[in-house]
């Protein structure tokens, strides 16, 4: 990626940005998982490219439908966490879409492994 454009971390909506905030005053691993997530977004906003590319053919469906994707990328967050977030950019600016975060059990549900 271009180091010259600028790197932005957004919510696919505002319903996921709301349980984000949620997080940090949660209860039990709550506000350790939004730690863990705030230091995924200083490593997106560095290199956006740092997670890892999930192939096109175990995409779920609905992210295509909902989100209209055309790549779609994978963090591993600690304790098995998963965020998944997609790029989008121009020649100015890199955004990185979060589309959510689950625990390891809920992801290879997600992804049918």
Partial sequence: ???????????????????????????????????????????????????????????????IKKYDIDNLWKYDLPSGWRLIYTLKANQLAVIAVVLEWFDHKEYERKFKY
């Fill in 1 to 63: 990626m271009n180091q010259n454009r600028k790197i932005t971390i957004v919510f696919a909506d505002q319903k996921l940005k709301k349980a984000f905030n949620d997080l940090e005053k949660g209860k039990g691993a709550e506000p350790q998982l939004y730690e863990f997530i705030n230091r995924a977004f200083d490593d997106l906003e560095k290199n956006p490219n740092i997670g890892m590319k999930i192939p096109r053919k175990l995409w779920p469906k609905d992210y």
